[in-house]
């Protein structure tokens, strides 16, 4: 009888463990959303632009209120954003600049026809070896298209040296490196801490990469929090080839941690 006994504790006891495994399985992740005041942007998997739903997910399920739109996008894109929560004023896009004054012309065409956007980012343009005066005349085109002082105008650099000549024509500086990964996030932040004692209030903005900073993100908005930082953004676009995009739970350790330091919070 004993054994019998034994038999059933034993069965009872797999079933209670399988069904606990398959709710937690199936269970739906938490929804998240950035605090007010707190910019939580993404450069999204291009994966992310085959349809409303899965954009719309960045959005309403992870919690990310601001977007960035590759330079390869267009008009088409933009409305796929619109239509999955990210407006015009939520919205970041990618300047590679041209260097010759007809491929500018067609650039300056391409804004236009998209309209004020709430920044411009300008991608490693001194790294790039990108024309400094295409840059300025640029600038002062959509300036003067009432571009100024209704949009940001955001660069990225690879040295401080060279984000530092920058300074007087953006209003934002973002540092587009990342740190080794046997240091697990510790020279990336130093790296974070010493451009803003030498660029001062305009390096407001950080990237933290999906893929390289998976295992740092603690670290990471850890240090953005103390740093001062309102604005961080996921760098998502890596690994580029179609359906390599990180995973849920690489996203959901992300919020996680944004959730602990301040930058987001579970929805209710």
């Known amino acids: 009888m004993s054994q019998t006994m034994n038999y059933i504790y034993i069965f ?52 990310f209120n601001y977007v960035l739109l590759a330079e390869i996008y267009g008009a088409k894109e933009k409305k796929l954003l619109d239509n999955a929560g990210f407006d015009l004023l939520h919205i970041m896009h990618q300047i590679i600049l041209p260097n010759s004054d007809n491929e500018r012309n067609l650039l300056l065409e391409k804004i236009l026809r998209l309209g004020k956007l709430w920044a411009y980012y300008f991608d490693e343009p001194i790294s790039r070896g990108q024309s400094f005066i295409q840059f300025s005349k640029l600038i002062i085109d959509l300036s003067n298209n009432g571009f100024f002082p209704y949009a940001k105008f955001i660069a990225s650099e690879l040295d401080e040296k060279k984000a530092a000549r920058l300074l007087r024509i953006v209003d934002g500086i973002m540092y587009s490196g990342y740190g080794s990964s046997e240091k697990m996030g510790t020279d990336q932040a130093k790296t974070w801490a010493e451009w803003k004692q030498y660029l001062g209030e305009k390096f407001s903005l950080v990237w933290i990469s999906a893929e390289q900073d998976s295992n740092e993100y603690r670290t990471l908005l850890k ?38 330091f301040g930058f987001m919070k579970l929805k209710k």
């Open 12 to 63: 009872l006891f797999i079933v209670m463990t399988v069904q606990i495994s398959v709710r937690a399985q199936t269970s739906p992740v938490g929804k998240y959303e950035a605090v007010e005041g707190k910019i939580v942007g993404i450069w999204p998997h291009n994966d992310r632009f085959k349809s409303v739903e899965s954009m719309k997910e960045l959005n309403e399920r992870w919690g």
């Open 223 to 260: 240090s953005a929090k103390e740093l001062g930082f309102n604005s961080v953004w996921l760098y998502a676009l890596e690994p580029i080839a179609e359906g390599k995009e990180v995973s849920n739970s690489n996203y959901e350790k992300f919020c996680e941690a944004a959730v602990e």
